[in-house]
Nanobody, 124 residues
Framework: QVQLVESGGGLVQAGGSLRLSCAAS????????MAWFRQAPGSEREFVAA???????YPADSVKDRFTISRDNINNMVYLQMTDLKPEDTAVYYC??????????????????WGKGTLVTVSS
């Protein structure tokens, strides 16, 4: 049974930093591309960043100078380091796994597995 479990969310002031973690189990982690998505209240789920099996990264334009995705294939972990947080970053952040890493990696429909999310709240 595949499980993706996010952690590290919380309340932070604007300009602050947080590091999200995602622990993966039940899958051959190194064979999957991994991604982070987020969903703010009343909004569609939005792509944040992805990382390939070989650690190529692809951040969304809205976060590319502030967020960094990384992975640890030994411990089956993926991380999202978030800096200079803004109130508009407030959302539930989801970890996801995909069998492919192509032009559609930013499409939620391409993901095979999802975590349950962790809430990030940025106060102004």
């Amino acid at each position: 049974q595949v499980q993706l479990v996010e952690s590290g969310g919380g309340l932070v002031q604007a300009g602050g930093s947080l590091r999200l973690s995602c622990a993966a189990s039940g899958l051959t982690f190194s064979s999957y591309a991994m991604a982070w998505f987020r969903q703010a209240p009343g909004s569609e789920r939005e792509f944040v960043a992805a990382i390939s099996r070989s650690r190529n990264t692809y951040p969304a334009d809205s976060v590319k100078d502030r967020f960094t995705i990384s992975r640890d294939n030994i411990n089956n972990m993926v991380y999202l380091q978030m800096t200079d947080l803004k109130p508009e970053d407030t959302a539930v952040y989801y970890c996801a796994a995909s069998t492919t890493y192509g032009p559609s990696i930013d499409d939620a429909d391409e993901m095979s597995y999802w975590g349950k999310g962790t809430l990030v709240t940025v106060s102004s």
